[in-house]
């Protein structure tokens, strides 16, 4: 149980596009939601809070007007990175808590790669 | 801020030995530690979780100790293998509202 998917798993685009990036929680409902960026042999470093049926809380930092963040269900949320540069290029996680606990399970990941 | 170390230095264990990481933090303890592993290009997996009143936590082959007066947890593997080589990270939720702030991880490498 308590599986966290992601899609697409890598994507590559041109500078100015916008990308969309899902995460599921396959089998249980998530009303909170994480969004994580990480670069090679770093942390993870937390982007926004999402939790379901209202707007994402921002970390210090982060452009909410560059990285949308929508919560729509207790299943999905999703990323959009609009407008991508190369310095966006990164590996972007999700994850999800299940009510009640305090771990994180977490999708595979989507490398994301901007030309 | 509170601040999370972990050995940035690879870890190089024989197998069947016991290996073990180090996490340290240093403001006021979380309410939770939480332990991850995480292998090159995929999302964290959670391992385990140890509270803030708990000396110390095991699963399987794992063993986690919480010393909140020296602000430090231990990740212990016995009997280690070499499917254990992987980024292990350790985790701080600080006031239980389900925020982590993340250690850098310790790459571990049990070799053959």
């Known amino acids: 149980g308590a599986v966290v998917s992601q899609h697409p798993s890598w994507v590559i685009c041109k500078s100015g596009t916008s990308v969309k990036i899902e995460c599921r929680s396959l089998d249980f409902q998530a009303t909170t939601m994480f969004w994580y960026r990480q670069f090679p042999k770093q942390s993870l470093m937390l982007m926004a809070t999402s939790n379901e049926g209202s707007k994402a809380t921002y970390e210090q930092g982060v452009e909410k007007d560059k990285f949308l963040i929508n919560h729509a269900s207790l299943t999905l949320s999703t990323l959009t990175v609009t407008s991508a540069h190369p310095e966006d290029s990164s590996f972007y996680i999700c994850?999800?808590?299940?009510?009640?606990?305090?771990?994180?399970?977490f999708g595979p990941g989507t490398r994301l790669t901007v030309l | 801020s509170q601040k999370i170390e972990q050995n940035s230095e690879a870890l190089n264990i024989q197998e069947g030995k016991t290996a073990t990481l180090t996490c340290n933090y240093t403001n006021y303890s979380p309410a939770y530690l939480q332990w991850y592993r995480q292998d090159p290009g995929r999302g964290p997996v959670f391992l385990l979780l140890i509270r803030e009143n708990e000396k110390e936590k095991r699963k399987e082959r794992l063993k986690v100790t919480f010393d909140t007066t020296l602000k430090q947890s231990l990740f212990h593997i016995t009997a280690s293998q070499p499917a254990d080589s992987a980024t292990y990270l350790c985790a701080l939720d600080m006031d239980s509202n389900y925020q982590l702030i993340w250690g850098a991880g310790t790459k571990l490498i049990i070799k053959p």
């Open positions: 994850s999800a808590v299940i009510a009640g606990g305090n771990e994180q399970f």
